[in-house]
């Protein structure tokens, strides 16, 4: 409500994935709200794909959400601006999922910002060994390996400590297949993306209006079956807007 207010909502609109049991209690607890149910499935929460189950359609190319008259903002930083303004509490700590799958371990949990990546492990007594697992940040999709001595930031979203051997395998020539456009869900052509990136072809109008909608989900290096890495290239591409 007070972010409503600081900038003059004259409607709140809460996105929930379909699990029946938590959306009925949020519901009772915000009878005033709207509600806009969303696929339970990745990647759901993207602010464009939110808005194209509100309205009915994506926003155009180059064009944000406030442009339309709509906010998006993700349950995490609201959280912080209610501390911030009704608590009087800075962001000292950041909500994130901590997880072990070999362990069956997943938790979300609370940790002070600034605290050591191994810290937090030890903190969970979780088994994680450098030399047989991986830290990976932000998740499967979207993530990165980063180091047991990193800080936890006000932008970590997630820590999986995965097996080594479970690393991608090396990519083979694509085969041309289009499952990486198919799957997009802005209807994005992935590979050739890419292959502008590699040839450094990177400045034509195309390719920067694709480039710059893309967010990085990774369900195009998920769905390849040549294991080809397109959202890390895609990453690399990110730097030539």
């Known amino acids: ?16 994935k379909n699990r029946d049991k938590l959306t009925d209690k949020v ?40 442009q339309l008259g709509y906010l998006v903002q993700n349950v995490t930083s609201l959280r912080a601006i209610g501390r911030a303004l009704l608590d009087g509490v800075p962001v000292v700590e950041r909500p994130l999922t ?4 070999s362990t069956g371990f997943y938790r979300n949990i609370i940790s002070p910002i600034g605290l050591s990546v191994r810290d937090l492990i030890n903190n969970y007594d979780l088994p994680y060994d450098p030399q047989q697992h991986l830290i990976v940040s932000s998740g499967l999709m979207m993530g990165y390996e980063i180091s ?11 820590l999986l400590l995965i097996n080594r051997n479970n690393e991608k395998k090396s990519a083979r020539p694509c085969i041309r297949c289009g499952a990486c456009h198919t799957s997009c ?19 034509s109008t195309s390719f920067k209006a694709q480039i710059e909608e893309c967010f990085l ?18 990453q690399k591409g990110k730097v030539c807007l």
Do not use: W
């Open 1 to 16: 409500n007070a972010s409503a207010t600081a900038i003059g909502a004259t409607q709140i609109v809460l996105a929930l």
């Open 98 to 101: 901590l997880a072990m799958p």
């Open 217 to 234: 989900c990774g369900v195009c290096s998920a769905v390849c079956p040549s294991d080809i890495p397109l959202v890390q290239q895609l």
């Open 148 to 158: 047991p001595d990193d800080l936890i930031k006000k932008t970590t979203l997630s």
């Open 27 to 66: 519901k009772k607890l915000y009878p005033d709200f709207k509600f806009v149910h969303l696929p339970n499935r990745y990647p759901a929460g993207a602010e464009k794909l939110i808005l194209e189950k509100l309205t009915g359609t994506i926003p155009p190319a180059g064009v944000r959400p406030q």
């Open 185 to 203: 869900p802005l209807g994005l052509h992935p590979f050739s993306l890419t292959e502008c990136i590699q040839k450094e072809k990177t400045d």
